[in-house]
């Protein structure tokens, strides 16, 4: 079925104010952010958005600093880890709109093991606030994916900048990742013609709609699918090299239309390119593809891949 487009468009000048609001915002904890531990936990709860969020942060800090760092559901931490691990750690959580209970169930579990959490969600419910930490910051600026997005990127500056001595990819994450809307305008007018052409096939014909994305491209994927699942639009995800596997069985083999959409980077084509020609020797021909590559490092194609996606979820019927 055809939807409309968001009334609200995506501007330059919304996401420079959504920029200086989440900065001010991140200011609040930066203290509690920079302070040593033993062990940094990125957590998420939630359906999708939280998680392309931590991993947002999770990779750049992975890759590019020292630090004991782990990427965690908030279900690993509240059950597993926070009442075993007798480490001094930072939790920082991701949470979406309608875990409110678990956030003030991990809050809580934390500040009885004697360790620090920074929270990160939608704004929450007054009733909660005895429970919650006062490191948090709540996300009020919509659309919500997009102010999840550049919370995100902020977090990774300011952390990046204090604990990374790789000077040369810290300085390009750093200037790319603090000013998303200079480079929003030029992004979204360099991928147009892919994000007309995903519009309209997840518009078309969503049903058969599968998206394969490489694990750099994850987090975009995670938060393409939140979008989504929003607007009434449910879509399978999987890892890119699971449509080797699935040409390999019986996934395709029905005489059925299939539209894969592959989600990477330059240096993950070599797998597109072995599908792809799998593909031309299946007995169903109708197996259409569609990629999105991302021409640039992969520290910072997961961010543009998300501000991609969440570009195409606008122009199929919103995106709060």
Not at 64 to 89: D, F, Q
Not at 103 to 126: F, M, Q
Not at 186 to 204: A, P, V
Not at 237 to 249: F, M, P, R, T, V
Request: proline share 4%; aromatic share 8%.
């Amino acid at each position: 079925m055809q939807r409309s487009r968001d009334s609200t468009a995506i501007t330059q000048h919304l996401i420079a104010n959504i920029e200086r609001e989440i900065e001010d915002k991140i200011g609040t904890v930066a203290e509690t952010l920079l302070q040593q531990y033993d062990a940094l936990y990125i957590a998420f709860i939630g359906a999708g958005l939280a998680r392309a969020s931590a991993e947002l942060v999770y990779w750049p800090l992975r890759q590019l600093t020292e630090k004991n760092i782990r990427l965690v559901s908030g279900e690993e931490i509240l059950y597993h880890t926070l009442p075993y691990h007798e480490e001094k750690a930072l939790i920082l959580l991701f949470g979406e709109p309608g875990t409110e209970n678990i956030a003030a169930k991990i809050a809580t579990t934390t500040r009885l093991t004697g360790n620090d959490l920074i929270l990160v969600s939608t704004p929450l419910p007054e009733t909660l606030s005895p429970y919650l930490p006062e490191a948090r910051i709540e996300v009020s600026e919509k659309p919500f994916s997009l102010s999840f997005i550049i919370a995100a990127s902020k977090i990774v500056v300011i952390t990046i900048r204090k604990y990374s001595d790789i000077k040369v990819r810290k300085t390009r994450i750093i200037n790319e990742y603090t000013n998303i809307s200079q480079v929003y305008d030029d992004l979204i007018k360099r991928y147009d013609s892919i994000i007309n052409k995903i519009t309209s096939l997840i518009n078309s014909d969503n049903d058969n709609t599968i998206v394969y994305s490489s694990p750099t491209l994850m987090p975009a994927s995670y938060l393409f699918e939140w979008c989504l699942y929003r607007q009434g639009i449910p879509i399978r995800i999987y890892n890119l090299s699971a449509i080797l596997s699935h040409l390999s069985q019986e996934f395709f083999r029905k005489p059925r239309k299939v539209s894969a959409i592959f989600l990477l980077t330059d240096i993950e084509s070599d797998i597109v390119r072995e599908a792809k020609f799998k593909i031309s020797f299946t007995s169903n021909q109708k197996i259409d593809t569609t990629e999105l590559v991302i021409h640039t490092d992969p520290l910072t194609a997961p961010l543009y891949a998300s501000l991609v996606l969440n570009n195409v979820c606008t122009k199929i019927g919103g995106n709060e």
